[in-house]
């Protein structure tokens, strides 16, 4: 019998992009709308690398919120390589900094005060481990001789195999994992490490880079790989295993900053976040495990209650719209003019 309506614990959504001021003001709705919880991400201009930065930017989220919202913002340090291990312990004795997110520098939108060199950063890792606050990682290497395709894969042999040892306590979250090296690590890892998935790389493999020509909006980083990669990162959402769990990456980006010469990385998906996740689950007919993944592994993870309102989703097809407002310009979404088989229908269950 096929599902026609699901009804789940709000889930949260465990890596986001948000950007600030018109922007913010433009994309927040969105995710507040399905998500309770959101950690969100630190890379602006210039990088939220303090505790007080980390503040300022949450109550401008706050600010931005529709009327009435209860949505939660869960706030991230920028890991330079002249953070000092004092912020930490502010940012563990705070109410607001739940993570530190490591960028390698030059990795993808805004990244360029990230680190260059991991062992730069040993003193902050030390105190992250002492302290229990957890390390985001942008998984991927950026040195010019290794393939783009192959950029996560060397950055687990590399980089995180060896910070595992050195820091065998550090609670660590390989962030928007995309192939099935990173899946075999994670898998394996105890418990206090973990992976966030997105819907982009759950849907879609390399091709939708070149369909009928290059399509600069699904050009995101790390980029889309092969099917087998896809294939695997797909089992491992769906396995119910509690290493893996939901976090968007969804970016915005203007319209014109991604259909340039030297366009921007980034998917938009906050518009239809959890209904896209709940077509991929669809697809490999585990719409029974979507739950877990979304709403349990995340708070589980990061030590926080579950959520205790309930959202619901039905089978009814909607039509994309072709581009949603963006601060003085638009940014276009996944499936812009196209159909997402899953709707939000209710989110305001007790």
Same mark, same amino acid.
């Given at each position: 019998?096929?599902?026609?309506?699901?009804?789940?614990?709000?889930?949260?959504?465990?890596?986001?992009?948000?950007?600030?001021?018109?922007?913010?003001?433009?994309?927040?709705?969105?995710?507040?709308?399905?998500?309770?919880?959101?950690?969100?991400?630190?890379?602006?201009?210039?990088?939220?690398?303090?505790?007080?930065?980390?503040?300022?930017?949450?109550?401008?989220?706050?600010?931005?919120?529709?009327?009435?919202?209860?949505?939660?913002?869960?706030?991230?340090?920028? #890991?330079?390589?002249?953070?000092?291990?004092?912020?930490?312990?502010?940012?563990?004795?705070?109410?607001?900094?739940?993570?530190?997110?490591?960028?390698?520098?030059?990795?993808?939108?805004?990244?360029?005060?990230?680190?260059?060199?991991?062992?730069?950063?040993?003193?902050?890792?030390?105190?992250?481990?002492?302290?229990?606050?957890?390390?985001?990682?942008?998984?991927?290497?950026?040195?010019?001789?290794?393939?783009?395709?192959?950029?996560?894969?060397?950055?687990?042999?590399?980089?995180?195999?060896?910070?595992?040892?050195?820091?065998?306590?550090?609670?660590?979250?390989?962030?928007?994992?995309?192939?099935?090296?990173?899946?075999?690590?994670?898998?394996?890892?105890?418990?206090?490490?973990?992976?966030?998935?997105?819907?982009?790389?759950?849907?879609?493999?390399?091709?939708?880079?070149?369909?009928?020509?290059?399509?600069?909006?699904?050009?995101?980083?790390?980029?889309?790989?092969?099917?087998?990669?896809?294939?695997?990162?797909?089992?491992?959402?769906?396995?119910?295993?509690?290493?893996?769990?939901?976090?968007?990456?969804?970016?915005?980006?203007?319209?014109?900053?991604?259909?340039?010469?030297?366009?921007?990385?980034? #998917?938009?998906?906050?518009?239809?976040?959890?209904?896209?996740?709940?077509?991929?689950?669809?697809?490999?007919?585990?719409?029974?495990?979507?739950?877990?993944?979304?709403?349990?592994?995340?708070?589980?993870?990061?030590?926080?209650?579950?959520?205790?309102?309930?959202?619901?989703?039905?089978?009814?097809?909607?039509?994309?719209?072709?581009?949603?407002?963006?601060?003085?310009?638009?940014?276009?979404?996944?499936?812009?003019?196209?159909?997402?088989?899953?709707?939000?229908?209710?989110?305001?269950?007790?």
């Amino acid at each position: 019998m096929t599902l026609s309506r699901l009804e789940i614990i709000r889930p949260d959504d465990w890596h986001l992009h948000l950007r600030d001021g018109d922007a913010l003001a433009s994309v927040i709705g969105h995710t507040a709308r399905q998500f309770a919880r959101a950690i969100v991400m630190p890379n602006l201009k210039p990088p939220v690398t303090t505790v007080a930065q980390a503040e300022d930017y949450r109550r401008r989220i706050l600010a931005s919120l529709p009327a009435g919202s209860r949505f939660q913002p869960l706030m991230t340090l920028y #890991l330079t390589e002249t953070t000092p291990p004092a912020e930490i312990v502010r940012a563990k004795a705070s109410d607001s900094v739940v993570a530190v997110k490591y960028y390698p520098a030059g990795a993808t939108t805004n990244s360029q005060s990230g680190v260059r060199e991991l062992s730069h950063v040993y003193p902050v890792l030390e105190a992250m481990e002492k302290h229990d606050l957890p390390l985001l990682l942008h998984g991927e290497v950026t040195d010019p001789d290794i393939d783009i395709f192959d950029r996560e894969r060397v950055f687990i042999e590399r980089h995180l195999m060896p910070l595992r040892e050195k820091f065998p306590a550090l609670r660590m979250v390989l962030e928007h994992i995309t192939t099935h090296d990173a899946v075999q690590f994670v898998h394996a890892a105890p418990t206090h490490v973990a992976a966030t998935i997105t819907a982009h790389h759950l849907l879609l493999n390399r091709n939708a880079l070149f369909e009928g020509g290059m399509r600069p909006h699904n050009y995101c980083a790390p980029i889309l790989k092969r099917e087998t990669h896809r294939a695997a990162l797909l089992q491992a959402a769906t396995s119910g295993d509690p290493h893996f769990f939901l976090g968007t990456d969804s970016a915005p980006h203007p319209r014109e900053a991604k259909e340039t010469d030297c366009g921007c990385a980034g #998917l938009y998906t906050a518009h239809a976040a959890l209904e896209l996740y709940a077509e991929a689950f669809d697809q490999a007919g585990r719409l029974d495990k979507l739950e877990a993944f979304a709403s349990f592994h995340g708070p589980d993870f990061y030590r926080l209650p579950r959520n205790a309102d309930r959202i619901v989703l039905e089978r009814t097809p909607w039509i994309v719209p072709e581009e949603y407002p963006l601060a003085g310009s638009t940014c276009k979404p996944m499936r812009a003019g196209e159909s997402v088989a899953w709707s939000v229908v209710d989110t305001a269950i007790a």
